[in-house]
């Protein structure tokens, strides 16, 4: 069975970057799209971006300048960097692995709360 | 605003049948599959319906869904109050390079 788990900092201050770390068990790093996902308070889903086996990796194009995502193969982790952050960016991220990468997200992480805030 | 239209809210009675639209463009999901996601609060979503039309295993059948042209659907048959829950339709757009997009999410309430 695919699980996986962010971990990171929940609280960033304002201008600072924003680094969170999903640790994948039970998959190959080459099986996915592995991804991140984010819920404002009250908001939709929304997706960051992701990184591929080969280092393909495609970002929200309102967000691409900020992030970048990486993966770790010998730790079996991925992680999400988002720079500048503003209150804006506070919200609920989750990883989550990708079939295809065409949005078919099998396996998602239980989610972690960032709040930017000074 | 999402690039993928989603009515804001949608309820229903227990047993009754309840659908819910994802309206988009021919750059998503006139290209692209559907995948639907249901999301509870204080948990992770959980797909759905993935390829437009397919039930990953474990989910029960009253969830189905379809796709025509530049629109798709999630229908629930058989309403049960454990279906009230956030409801998200998912593809990939071709614009921009390319990306990932959702609809914004339909709250259905299960009266």
């Known amino acids: 069975q695919v699980q996986l788990q962010e971990s990171g900092p929940g609280l960033v201050k304002p201008s600072e970057t924003l680094s969170l770390t999903c640790t994948v068990s039970?998959?190959?790093?080459?099986?996915?799209?592995w991804s991140w996902v984010r819920q404002a308070p009250g908001k939709g889903l929304e997706w960051i971006g992701y990184?591929?086996?080969?280092?393909?990796?495609s970002n929200n194009p309102s967000l691409q300048s900020r992030v970048s995502i990486s993966v770790d193969r010998s730790k079996n982790q991925f992680s999400l960097k988002l720079r500048s952050v503003t209150a804006a960016d506070s919200a609920v991220y989750y990883c989550?692995?990708?079939?295809?990468?065409?949005?078919?997200?099998?396996?998602w992480g239980q989610g972690t709360l960032v709040t930017v805030s000074s | 605003q999402s690039v993928l239209t989603q009515p804001p809210s949608a309820s229903g009675t227990p047993g009754q049948r309840v659908t819910i639209s994802c309206s988009g463009s021919?750059?998503?999901?006139?290209?692209?599959?559907v995948n639907w996601y249901q999301k509870l609060p204080g948990t992770a979503p959980k797909l759905l319906i993935y390829?437009?039309?397919q039930r990953p295993s474990g989910v029960p059948d009253r969830f189905s869904g379809s796709k025509s042209g530049t629109s798709a659907s999630l229908a629930i048959s058989g309403l049960q109050s454990e279906d009230e829950a956030d409801y998200y339709c998912?593809?990939?757009?071709?614009?921009?390079?390319?990306?990932?997009?959702f609809g914004g999410g339909t709250k259905l309430t299960v009266l």
């Open positions: 998912a593809t990939w757009d071709d614009s921009l390079s390319g990306h990932v997009v």
């Open positions: 039970g998959a190959s790093m080459s099986s996915y799209y």
């Open positions: 990184f591929y086996d080969s280092g393909t990796t």
């Open positions: 390829s437009n039309d």
């Open positions: 989550a692995s990708d079939y295809g990468g065409n949005s078919m997200f099998e396996y």
């Open positions: 021919n750059s998503n999901i006139g290209r692209n599959i």
